[in-house]
């Protein structure tokens, strides 16, 4: 019988904080004294005419992984990326963009690593990026799950014709 009403009475108490939270949310007005609600007014906010009027999100910073390819960057051709030395599920695609100073790319990471691009090497024939998974350094769990965001990679010159050889470095911790 005691655990009967303890459960009545939590089911009370959820009742009455779901209704707090209705009525909280709720923004329309009584009207005056006939029982029915009128439409809430209007915002003294006006709303953006055009897309131009919304605000421009400020650019990731350098190193920085984002979910998105910059808007002013060109897609290098397969044959001038070697990811020769990457796994085979592993993204390839590379992107320039900042007059072919900035590398964009589609790296891999999981559960509680984050990925990191890093030149190592530039000659006039060739760039090589170092893709770096850095784990957390806490004993926690972590989702099993695989991102690929696109980290940046910023070289002394411009990319041109040079080759993009894309590897995996070992995990750091």
């Not at 029982?35 to 009027?53: E, L, Q, R, V, Y």
């Not at 397969?78 to 900042?98: C, K």
Request: glycine share 8%.
């Amino acid at each position: 019988m005691r655990h009967l009403a303890k459960m009545a009475g939590i089911g009370m108490v959820l009742a009455a904080a779901a209704a707090c939270g209705q009525a909280a949310n709720d923004t329309a007005a009584p009207a005056a004294g006939n029982g029915t609600f009128a439409p809430p007014a209007p915002s003294s906010s006006p709303a953006p005419s055009s897309s131009k009027d919304l605000p421009v999100p400020p650019p990731a910073k350098p190193g920085k992984p984002t979910q998105a390819v910059p808007e002013d960057s060109m897609i290098l051709q397969p044959a001038q990326i070697d990811a020769t030395q990457l796994p085979a599920d592993y993204p390839r695609e590379v992107s320039v963009s900042n007059g072919g100073t900035v590398l964009n790319i589609r790296a891999q990471e999981g559960g509680c690593g984050h990925v990191s691009a890093a030149p190592i090497e530039q000659t006039d024939k060739r760039v090589v990026i170092n893709l770096v998974q850095t784990q957390a350094q806490t004993d926690q769990m972590c989702t099993m799950d695989i991102r690929t965001p696109v980290v940046t990679a910023t070289l002394g010159a411009p990319l041109g014709q040079r080759t993009v050889v894309l590897q995996e470095a070992p995990r750091k911790r």
